[in-house]
């Protein structure tokens, strides 16, 4: 028994219409990972950095800073551009295969990174969603499903943005992108989705750190290539030629494995200028105003930015102002810098993982009043101008107006521009689709018109 046509009709329609929308399910899950991904990255591109000289260093492929952050920049800008193509339908064919090629780089070497656990987290999504290892390695698994799909079907729903204007949301996506990450790299991110974002009360946690459990640390360092833990009690002289790398905590009830040592996470510890005990309180005020100078790699920062931190030192003694310097460095690199700025305030030691979750930038600047963070930025965004300018005023509330910078609310403005010019795209990429759409009724009217008008009454009459 053979269906009829109009079954047979009814059932590719329906196969067709099934197609369609798990394509159209497939760009925007797709489109919107891609998208999270790289806008979450280029929020704050110094963790990127961070995260990506981790894979180099696990990798033995170390590089230079510079090219690093160019790597960055183009990634998170790629990673966004992809998402948004996704989305809107741009280069149907061209996108997923970009896609694919992305993740053809990326399944190997998260499925490395799941495997060797060379890194804690992948960091694919930065902070804002730390996730394990190998739920990464199976979320790119089902990206990439999700991709193959949508290099065989994708043609068969059509784009927002039509082909005309997508080199304009080519653009619009690089240009956003690379405002954001410039705005992360040179002031602070945009979002802070560290533990130690503005307003948390850093001095109340200090004192409830020093009111819990009894911890303690090994310190980690390197010589010839071995590196070594060492208690407090063991830690190695200067001239000894070991090089401080970093200090794990230990927790008196371990961690769900029992006996596994966890790098110190969101406490924010202090230690001497030798780096033997630690004096958090001491350099941490409760009370009163305090700009902390936070340098997690001494040996990168260049003799002409002592200038620049001697001036912020006496703004501050002007003011009133409380100035420490916590850095990330052994006491032989400490002395050499001593040697070269002649500084006039006091220096703490402090993990270097530690000091960049408090603030990005080397050297940064965190200002804090009766121990809670009113404003961070990198060294290099404040204006030396504005020294002079404060000074001058006598402005009792100088030390927040030295920063005038809004994050959030920059944010927010660039997004609303850039969604603005998307919508733009989309409504004139709509024009001529309704212009098809009302083109033929106008053209049968008219036809129907000129049919009447060019026959002779008369011939109507002997017909009727």
Same mark, same amino acid.
């Given at each position: 028994?053979?269906?009829?046509? *109009? *079954?047979?009709?009814?059932?590719?329609?329906?196969?067709?219409?099934?197609?369609?929308?798990?394509?159209?399910?497939?760009?925007?899950?797709?489109?919107?990972?891609?998208?999270?991904?790289?806008?979450?990255?280029?929020?704050?591109? $110094?963790?990127?950095?961070?995260?990506?000289?981790?894979? !180099?260093? +696990?990798?033995?492929?170390?590089?230079?800073?510079?090219?690093?952050?160019?790597?960055?920049?183009?990634?998170?800008?790629?990673?966004?551009?992809?998402?948004?193509?996704?989305?809107?339908?741009?280069?149907?064919?061209?996108?997923?295969?970009?896609?694919?090629?992305?993740?053809?780089?990326?399944?190997?070497?998260?499925?490395?990174?799941?495997? +060797?656990?060379?890194?804690?987290?992948?960091? %694919?999504?930065?902070? @804002? !969603?730390?996730?394990?290892?190998?739920?990464?390695? $199976?979320?790119?698994?089902?990206?990439? %499903?999700?991709?193959? &799909?949508?290099?065989?079907?994708?043609?068969?729903?059509?784009?927002?943005?039509?082909?005309?204007?997508?080199?304009?949301?080519?653009?619009? =996506?690089?240009?956003?992108?690379?405002?954001?990450? $410039?705005?992360?790299?040179?002031?602070?991110?945009?979002?802070?989705?560290?533990?130690?974002?503005?307003?948390?009360?850093?001095?109340?946690?200090?004192?409830?750190?020093?009111?819990?459990?009894?911890?303690?640390?090994?310190?980690?360092?390197?010589?010839?290539?071995?590196? #070594?833990?060492?208690? @407090?009690?063991?830690?190695?002289?200067?001239?000894?030629?070991?090089?401080?790398?970093?200090?794990?905590?230990?927790?008196?009830?371990?961690?769900?494995?029992?006996?596994?040592?966890? /790098?110190?996470?969101?406490?924010?510890?202090?230690?001497?200028?030798?780096?033997?005990?630690?004096?958090?309180?001491?350099?941490?005020?409760?009370?009163?105003?305090?700009?902390?100078?936070?340098?997690?790699?001494?040996?990168?920062?260049?003799?002409?930015?002592?200038?620049?931190?001697?001036?912020?030192?006496?703004?501050? =003694?002007?003011?009133?102002?409380?100035?420490?310097?916590?850095?990330?460095?052994?006491?032989?690199?400490?002395?050499? &810098?001593?040697?070269?700025?002649?500084?006039?305030?006091?220096?703490?030691?402090?993990?270097?993982?530690?000091?960049?979750?408090?603030?990005?930038?080397?050297? +940064?600047?965190?200002?804090?009043?009766?121990?809670?963070?009113? &404003? #961070?930025?990198?060294?290099?965004?404040?204006?030396?101008?504005?020294?002079?300018?404060?000074?001058?005023?006598?402005?009792?509330? +100088?030390?927040?107006?030295?920063?005038?910078?809004?994050?959030?609310?920059?944010?927010?403005? $660039?997004?609303?521009?850039?969604?603005?010019?998307?919508?733009?795209?989309?409504?004139?990429?709509?024009?001529?689709?309704?212009?098809?759409?009302?083109?033929?009724? /106008?053209?049968?009217?008219?036809?129907?018109? #000129?049919?009447?008008?060019?026959?002779?009454?008369?011939?109507?009459?002997? #017909?009727?």
């Amino acid at each position: 028994m053979q269906s009829s046509p *109009s *079954s047979s009709l009814n059932n590719n329609t329906h196969r067709h219409t099934l197609i369609a929308l798990v394509t159209w399910l497939c760009r925007i899950v797709t489109g919107c990972v891609f998208v999270f991904s790289g806008f979450v990255k280029g929020i704050d591109p $110094w963790g990127t950095v961070y995260k990506m000289d981790e894979y !180099l260093v +696990a990798m033995g492929m170390p590089l230079y800073d510079s090219l690093i952050l160019a790597g960055v920049f183009g990634l998170c800008a790629l990673e966004f551009l992809i998402g948004i193509y996704l989305i809107f339908g741009c280069y149907r064919k061209s996108a997923p295969m970009f896609a694919l090629l992305f993740m053809c780089v990326m399944l190997p070497l998260t499925l490395w990174i799941a495997i +060797a656990d060379p890194v804690a987290d992948c960091g %694919c999504f930065g902070d @804002a !969603l730390v996730i394990s290892n190998w739920a990464t390695f $199976w979320k790119n698994v089902a990206i990439t %499903c999700l991709i193959i &799909w949508l290099i065989k079907f994708n043609r068969r729903v059509p784009c927002i943005i039509t082909p005309a204007f997508q080199w304009m949301a080519f653009v619009a =996506t690089v240009l956003y992108m690379i405002c954001i990450c $410039w705005y992360g790299y040179n002031i602070q991110p945009m979002l802070d989705f560290r533990p130690f974002a503005v307003g948390t009360d850093l001095g109340a946690e200090v004192e409830q750190n020093e009111e819990s459990d009894d911890t303690t640390f090994l310190f980690t360092y390197a010589k010839d290539g071995v590196t #070594k833990d060492f208690t @407090a009690e063991e830690v190695p002289a200067d001239d000894s030629g070991w090089t401080f790398v970093s200090r794990k905590e230990i927790f008196p009830d371990g961690d769900k494995n029992g006996d596994k040592n966890k /790098e110190t996470g969101h406490d924010f510890s202090v230690m001497d200028r030798e780096g033997n005990e630690e004096v958090t309180s001491e350099a941490i005020d409760s009370e009163g105003k305090e700009l902390l100078l936070l340098i997690p790699s001494l040996d990168r920062i260049s003799a002409s930015t002592t200038y620049k931190i001697n001036m912020l030192h006496d703004w501050a =003694t002007a003011h009133d102002i409380r100035f420490v310097a916590i850095v990330a460095a052994h006491t032989g690199d400490i002395a050499e &810098w001593e040697d070269m700025s002649m500084p006039g305030y006091d220096i703490y030691t402090a993990d270097d993982t530690a000091i960049k979750e408090l603030a990005r930038g080397n050297p +940064a600047v965190v200002y804090l009043k009766d121990g809670v963070i009113k &404003w #961070k930025t990198s060294l290099y965004s404040i204006n030396e101008d504005e020294f002079t300018a404060a000074e001058a005023g006598n402005n009792v509330n +100088a030390e927040v107006d030295l920063l005038p910078y809004d994050g959030k609310r920059t944010l927010i403005n $660039w997004s609303l521009i850039y969604l603005a010019v998307m919508a733009m795209l989309v409504c004139i990429s709509f024009v001529p689709r309704l212009a098809r759409l009302f083109r033929p009724l /106008e053209y049968k009217g008219e036809r129907h018109k #000129k049919e009447h008008a060019g026959k002779n009454p008369s011939d109507m009459s002997d #017909k009727s």
